[in-house]
């Protein structure tokens, strides 16, 4: 198989990659926001599920999570899953990833000095006033090295969804490589990886340097 090949069916497969990725932040991000309320809440019983529900989300292979996201609907109910592998690898991603968010949330939102909320009080913010205009703001800035290490990771754990034979840019890889016999897909595979993470953290860079008015 011709170089030039190659490189457009991995090509092809970072598309798919570029996909899942963008999906999961796009439903992980807010949804984590909810998850970190679940968690906070003064209701005992939401309270402990969510941290039931944290718990199992970062204490279980994203692998493992696929799987059973995947192949659950036919074993419980006899769903016909043959055109649900991206649905389930949404639902596996973002769940997965609002778990982590939502504990980012926490650690910058109960970093915030109580003092802040008593002030806003004062001058007759709400509570929902408070968090959006005053807690926000500055738990963004606080935050967001943590939540760039988290989307760096999610690039990468992209590779995780060829274990439900979906098809993008390592799996890809991977059947050239088993094709052809050789290890050259990888490489190019690793080099498009670290092209994109690059990107990120360039991008996650300038926005951490425009937030810099809140020090």
Known sequence: MAFSVIIRQITEGFGQTLLIFALTLLFSLPLGMIVYFGRSSKFKPLSWFVKIYISIMRGTPLTLQLLIWYFGPFYLWGMNIGGYKFTAIMIGCSLNYAAYFAEIY??????????????????????????????????????????????????????????????????????????????????????????????????????????????
């Not at 807690?135 to 090295?145: A, N, R, T």
């Open 106 to 215: 926490r650690s910058g939102i109960e970093s915030i000095p109580k003092g802040q909320y008593e002030a806003s009080q004062l001058l007759g913010y709400t509570k929902t006033q408070t968090f959006f205009k005053i807690v926000l703001p500055q738990v963004v800035k606080i935050i967001l090295p943590s939540v760039t290490n988290e989307v760096i990771t999610l690039v990468k754990d992209t590779s995780l969804v060829y274990s439900i034979s979906y098809i993008e840019m390592f799996a890809m890889a991977k059947q050239i490589a088993a094709a052809q016999t050789t290890v050259m897909p990888f490489f190019i595979a690793g080099v498009y990886y670290y092209i994109f993470n690059y990107v990120v953290a360039v991008v996650m860079e300038r926005i951490e340097k425009k937030l810099d008015y809140y020090r």
